[in-house]
Nanobody, 119 residues
C-alpha cells in the first residue's frame, strides 16, 4: 500500500516561497511507471494540476505556474518537493501530492495540507 504524506508550513507570507515535501512509503519514487505530482485545490474551486517529476529527475510544469514552480526529488529519502515562489493570497489552497500513471489518472493521494498565504 503506497502512502504519501505532505509536510510544510501552513502559513506563508505574500512574496515568499512556499516549500512542501511529500514523503512516500510503501513504494519507491524511482520506479519508472509513474509521475509524482503536485495538485492543489483553492477554496471553492476545482483541482489544479501544478506539476510532476519522474524517476529520471525530469520535471513537468503547468504552463500557468511554470515560471514560479520548482519540483525536485531526494531518492535517498524517497521524497519529492514543491517550491512555489512569489506567492499571493490566490495561492491559498489545499495542496496534495499524488502518484499519477504515465497515461494519466491518480491512484494514490496524500491527505492534503492547507496552505494559507497571508500577512
Amino acid at each position: 500500500q503506497v502512502q504519501l504524506q505532505e509536510s510544510g508550513p501552513g502559513l506563508v507570507k505574500p512574496s515568499q516561497t512556499l516549500s512542501l515535501t511529500c514523503t512516500v512509503s510503501g513504494g519507491s519514487i524511482t520506479t519508472s511507471y509513474y509521475y509524482w505530482s503536485w495538485i492543489r485545490q483553492p477554496p471553492g474551486k476545482g483541482l489544479e494540476w501544478m506539476g510532476a517529476i519522474r524517476y529520471t529527475g525530469s520535471s513537468y510544469h503547468s504552463p500557468t505556474l511554470k515560471s514560479r514552480t520548482s519540483i525536485s526529488s531526494d531518492t535517498s529519502k524517497n521524497q519529492f518537493t514543491l517550491q512555489l515562489s512569489s506567492v499571493t493570497p490566490e495561492d491559498t489552497a489545499v495542496y496534495y501530492c499524488a502518484r499519477e500513471g504515465l497515461r494519466g489518472g491518480v491512484d494514490y493521494w496524500g491527505q492534503g495540507t492547507q496552505v494559507t498565504v497571508s500577512s
